[in-house]
Each structure stands twice: as structure tokens, then as C-alpha cells.
């Protein structure tokens, strides 16, 4: 079961890689600033917009161009998702569900109807779809791993970036 739970969280992950790799190839980007100096001084020194992140080239590059404090708001707060599914209970390493975060995972379904959605699907439809997931994890970690090594060891993909 632990290892079921870090493949789903690292598939979902992938899943969200491979979605920014091909948007961010395709040329799109939020428009407007990440950072700007003058709003808090103390905190950021430059200005940064997220079309100057787009073009920064590979992840690593773009990944350095975002402020420390920025870097950190990240980093918090996948800690704080992780440290919080952690302590869910029932833990999913003694009967509890397998990757779901209450805050994240069913956000329409816990407001308005004060249950999950995911509740209400038949059992075998639940079974299919969670099979589903896990193969679209793993075809995306794949895939998230060849984008990675495209953007950054030149001339390792040839197929995707022609060279």
C-alpha cells in the first residue's frame, strides 16, 4: 500500500509535468508578473514576468529564475500537503483511502455535498477509473523523465525536437 500511495502521488505529479512541458512548448504562459521589486522590496530584487520565465529554455533555467521567496512558497506548500495527507485519519497504511486530500481532491463534492464524489461512483466503474490513473501515471512519469532529458542533455530526443 505505501508503495501504491507514492506511485499515484508521483504519477499525479508527472501528469501535471507533461501538461506545463507541452503548454509551455506550444507557447503559452500567465500573462503579467511573478515578482515584482518595487512591491516588496525587502523580499525581491527584480522583476519577473512569466513570459520572461517562458523563455528562460529548459526547466533548471527557469526554475533559477524565479526569486527565493517564490522557491519557498512552493516548497512549503507541498510540504504542507504532504505533512497534511500524513496525518489523515484513518492513515491510508491502516485502511484509510489511498491518495486522497481532502482540501485538493474533491473540493465540489466536499462543499456542497458534504461527501466526496468519488463515493456516489459504483464500485466496478471506481476500480476502472483508479486502474486508469495509475497507467496514466506511469505512461507520465515516462514521459515527464523524456521531456527532462529533451530540455536538458541536447540531442537526446531527436524524434520530438528535430535534432
Known sequence: IKYREAELKHGRVAMLACTGFITQSLGYHFD???AKAGLYPSLS???V???????????VQQWAMVPLVGQLQILFVIGFLETYAEYQKPHYMKGGPIGRI?????????????EPITDTIPED??????????????????GAMG????????????LVFGQ
Open 45 to 47: 530584487t527584480v522583476d
Open 125 to 142: 466503474v471506481l476500480a476502472k477509473k483508479r486502474a486508469s490513473e495509475l497507467a496514466n501515471g506511469r505512461l507520465a512519469m515516462i
Open 32 to 34: 503579467g508578473s511573478l
Open 49 to 59: 514576468t512569466f513570459g520572461d520565465i517562458a523563455a528562460a529554455g529548459n526547466p
Open 102 to 114: 481532502p482540501v485538493l481532491w474533491d473540493p465540489v463534492g466536499q462543499l456542497i455535498r458534504g
Open 147 to 158: 521531456f527532462s532529458a529533451a530540455y536538458t542533455i541536447d540531442g537526446s530526443v531527436p
